[in-house]
């Protein structure tokens, strides 16, 4: 093997031992749990996971995706995200090789990856990663001074790439502090957390003035690509559902336990998807749906309206309902529509959390932010020397 073979081995075997490690973050981070101690143990039987079915990727398909104790299945999860970092690792190993760039890749991509997981998963940025990873990038900017600095040279401020990564950040969470604010005093809601602006700030620092910039356009443009494609497929797979559901017999139940909630003439729950009686304070099986409590009182008020207007045989659809209790919340697309068996309310996530379009835009921005600025911005007054 050439030395070239065994950097990239390397980066590709580091890359999955930090994606196993970036498993334990999106697993307890949100939890409020120590990503140090205790040992990992498997969630249903608490034993204790052996070294040698702790090793990324392979121990999962040694396993057959189960605990070797109780045998509860492990979520696919896992062997994804090690894969996917150790692949993220390679890529930047090929591309840009033993340099600053590969260690400023590989930062951005492995806390944009527990950031993307961790907010789909419970709609938390934690500090831990934004602020972290936002501290090793300047470091590493002050290291990449340090080191390109010739002897005998004055340092100069406006060559200083520290100075470019603290501009990269200011820039970024200033944006996003402001359009907060606009949304705040026009809307009166917040329009996204603070975790968002710290992640812009994190994104900032490893690619500069010139990245955060591309980087939000980039997010932006995602987003409405994104959002109005999950409309389109939510829009399809209703109509199926709809289908199915009217075909008779318990169809509209087999509908509501994969895709919302049925109810009998009374607004009693007749069947219920998980989704559904995730949400707390929503009543169980029999009991009134109209009765909700806790987060979900927007939804028993949806559904009070939905029964009024489909004793007229109508419709009631709402696009974008907050379910929200201070510790759980979601956005839901929500439809109901009167059947012969009752009320069918088809229900749907609809919110993509902002912090999975910074990720992506970031991460373009960092690879192809010098020839999107070269070809679409090429006057644009900002320094790109932080993008490779």
Known sequence: MTPADVLHAGA????????????????????????????????????RIAFYDNVPILSWLVLGGRCRSCRAPISVRYPLVEATMAAGFLAASLAWGPSAATLAATLLGAAS???????????????????????????LAAVRDVAGREPGRPFRVGASVTLE????????????????????????????????VKMIAMIGSLTGPAGVVVA???????????????????????TLSLRRARAGG??????????????????????????VAEIPGFPGAGESATSSAGAARPLAALIRLARRRARQGRSTGFGRLAVDDGDFFRVLAVRAVPTARGLLVLVSRADIPFGVFLAAGG???????RAILARLAPDLPLSGSLLP
């Open 216 to 238: 939000l356009f980039l997010a932006s443009l995602s987003g409405a690509v994104l959002g109005g494609l999950a409309g389109a497929v939510r829009h399809l797979r209703w």
């Open 250 to 275: 318990d169809a509209s139940a087999a509908e509501a336990r994969r895709h919302g909630l049925l109810l009998d003439g009374e607004g009693r729950v007749l069947a219920a998807s998980g989704r």
């Open 12 to 47: 590709f075997a580091l890359g999955a031992i930090v994606g196993s490690f970036a498993n334990v973050c999106i697993h307890r981070m949100p939890r409020g749990e120590s990503v140090v101690s205790p040992p990992s143990r498997c969630p249903k039987c608490g034993t």
């Open 165 to 196: 990564a603290i501009l990269g950040a200011a820039l970024g969470a200033g944006f996003l502090l402001a359009a907060r604010a606009l949304y705040l005093r026009f809307r009166g809601m917040e329009g996204m957390g603070l975790g968002d």
């Open 113 to 139: 990856l527990i950031l993307v997981a961790t907010d789909l998963e419970s709609r938390i940025l934690p500090d831990e990663v934004t602020l972290g990873a936002l501290g090793l990038a300047l470091l």
């Open 363 to 369: 991460l373009a921005a960092f690879v192809f932010g």
